[in-house]
Protein backbone atom coordinates (compact mmCIF):
# COMPACT_ATOMS: atom_id res chain seq x y z
CA UNK A 1 0.00 0.00 0.00
CA UNK A 2 1.54 3.30 -0.93
CA UNK A 3 0.64 6.70 0.54
CA UNK A 4 0.33 9.94 -1.37
CA UNK A 5 0.04 13.19 0.82
CA UNK A 6 -0.09 16.14 -1.15
CA UNK A 7 0.26 19.78 0.24
CA UNK A 8 0.62 23.39 -1.39
CA UNK A 9 -2.44 24.70 -2.71
CA UNK A 10 -3.93 27.97 -2.08
CA UNK A 11 -5.54 31.22 -3.54
CA UNK A 12 -3.63 33.13 -6.03
CA UNK A 13 -3.86 35.92 -8.56
CA UNK A 14 -3.31 35.01 -11.57
CA UNK A 15 0.25 35.77 -12.96
CA UNK A 16 0.82 34.62 -10.00
CA UNK A 17 3.03 30.77 -8.51
CA UNK A 18 2.26 27.84 -6.60
CA UNK A 19 4.66 25.14 -5.42
CA UNK A 20 2.70 21.79 -5.15
CA UNK A 21 4.41 18.87 -3.14
CA UNK A 22 3.87 15.17 -3.30
CA UNK A 23 4.93 13.17 -0.31
CA UNK A 24 4.96 9.55 -0.73
CA UNK A 25 5.61 6.38 1.47
CA UNK A 26 7.01 3.13 0.62
CA UNK A 27 10.60 1.86 0.31
CA UNK A 28 10.57 2.03 -3.64
CA UNK A 29 9.41 5.29 -4.83
CA UNK A 30 12.49 5.22 -7.11
CA UNK A 31 10.74 2.60 -8.90
CA UNK A 32 7.26 4.69 -9.01
CA UNK A 33 6.54 6.69 -12.14
CA UNK A 34 4.72 10.01 -10.75
CA UNK A 35 2.10 11.86 -12.40
CA UNK A 36 -0.06 14.96 -11.50
CA UNK A 37 -3.88 15.69 -12.66
CA UNK A 38 -6.47 18.47 -11.58
CA UNK A 39 -10.13 17.68 -11.82
CA UNK A 40 -12.18 21.35 -11.69
CA UNK A 41 -15.51 21.11 -10.45
CA UNK A 42 -18.06 19.64 -12.93
CA UNK A 43 -14.69 18.25 -15.75
CA UNK A 44 -12.90 15.33 -15.83
CA UNK A 45 -9.82 14.56 -13.81
CA UNK A 46 -6.86 15.26 -16.77
CA UNK A 47 -3.45 14.85 -16.65
CA UNK A 48 -1.15 17.47 -16.08
CA UNK A 49 2.85 16.41 -16.11
CA UNK A 50 4.41 13.08 -14.98
CA UNK A 51 8.22 12.07 -14.67
CA UNK A 52 9.77 8.95 -14.84
CA UNK A 53 11.12 7.06 -12.27
CA UNK A 54 14.81 8.13 -12.65
CA UNK A 55 13.52 11.88 -13.40
CA UNK A 56 15.06 11.86 -16.61
CA UNK A 57 12.03 11.88 -18.86
CA UNK A 58 8.95 14.38 -18.28
CA UNK A 59 5.92 14.77 -19.85
CA UNK A 60 3.25 17.82 -19.61
CA UNK A 61 -0.27 18.61 -21.11
CA UNK A 62 0.25 21.35 -23.66
CA UNK A 63 -1.61 24.09 -21.64
CA UNK A 64 0.92 24.21 -18.62
CA UNK A 65 3.84 23.71 -20.77
CA UNK A 66 6.38 26.25 -20.18
CA UNK A 67 4.68 27.00 -17.14
CA UNK A 68 4.59 24.21 -14.88
CA UNK A 69 7.58 22.46 -13.78
CA UNK A 70 7.51 18.62 -12.86
CA UNK A 71 10.60 17.13 -10.44
CA UNK A 72 11.60 15.02 -7.66
CA UNK A 73 13.82 13.96 -5.24
CA UNK A 74 13.99 9.70 -4.95
CA UNK A 75 16.27 10.60 -1.19
CA UNK A 76 13.19 12.32 -0.16
CA UNK A 77 10.12 10.24 -1.38
CA UNK A 78 9.27 13.60 -2.75
CA UNK A 79 7.14 14.51 -6.47
CA UNK A 80 7.09 18.72 -6.73
CA UNK A 81 5.09 20.62 -9.21
CA UNK A 82 6.25 24.26 -9.77
CA UNK A 83 3.69 26.36 -11.31
CA UNK A 84 4.09 29.60 -12.74
CA UNK A 85 2.28 32.32 -14.28
CA UNK A 86 -1.11 31.05 -13.28
CA UNK A 87 -4.33 31.31 -14.62
CA UNK A 88 -8.35 31.16 -13.65
CA UNK A 89 -8.80 28.33 -15.92
CA UNK A 90 -5.81 26.43 -13.87
CA UNK A 91 -8.33 26.57 -10.71
CA UNK A 92 -8.88 22.56 -10.03
CA UNK A 93 -8.06 20.53 -7.40
CA UNK A 94 -4.53 18.44 -7.89
CA UNK A 95 -3.68 14.97 -7.53
CA UNK A 96 -0.25 13.51 -7.36
CA UNK A 97 -0.92 9.38 -8.73
CA UNK A 98 1.76 6.75 -8.37
CA UNK A 99 1.94 4.10 -11.26
CA UNK A 100 4.02 1.12 -9.78
CA UNK A 101 5.59 -1.53 -11.60
CA UNK A 102 4.25 -2.80 -14.13
CA UNK A 103 4.00 0.17 -15.13
CA UNK A 104 0.80 1.51 -17.24
CA UNK A 105 1.33 2.48 -21.26
CA UNK A 106 0.04 5.58 -21.11
CA UNK A 107 1.24 8.68 -18.93
CA UNK A 108 -1.34 10.92 -19.41
CA UNK A 109 -4.40 8.13 -18.20
CA UNK A 110 -5.48 8.38 -14.86
CA UNK A 111 -6.50 4.43 -15.08
CA UNK A 112 -3.08 3.79 -15.34
CA UNK A 113 -1.98 5.00 -12.06
CA UNK A 114 -2.25 2.78 -8.74
CA UNK A 115 -2.33 5.29 -5.56
CA UNK A 116 -3.90 8.87 -5.46
CA UNK A 117 -3.45 11.25 -3.16
CA UNK A 118 -6.55 12.75 -1.56
CA UNK A 119 -5.45 16.58 -3.31
CA UNK A 120 -4.68 19.67 -2.64
CA UNK A 121 -7.16 23.21 -4.00
CA UNK A 122 -5.87 25.33 -6.14
CA UNK A 123 -7.66 28.42 -6.33
CA UNK A 124 -6.93 31.39 -9.35
CA UNK A 125 -8.21 34.58 -9.46
CA UNK A 126 -8.16 37.28 -11.79
Known sequence: QVQLVESGGGLVQA?????????ASGRTFSTYIMGWFRQASGKEREFVAAISWSGDREY???SVKGR???SRDNAKNTVSLQMNSLKPED???YFCAADL?????RRYRPRDYNYWGQGTQV???S
Not at 15 to 23: A, E, H, I, W
Open 15 to 23: GGSLRLSCV
Open 60 to 62: QED
Open 68 to 70: FTI
Open 91 to 93: TAV
Open 101 to 105: PPYGS
Open 123 to 125: TVF
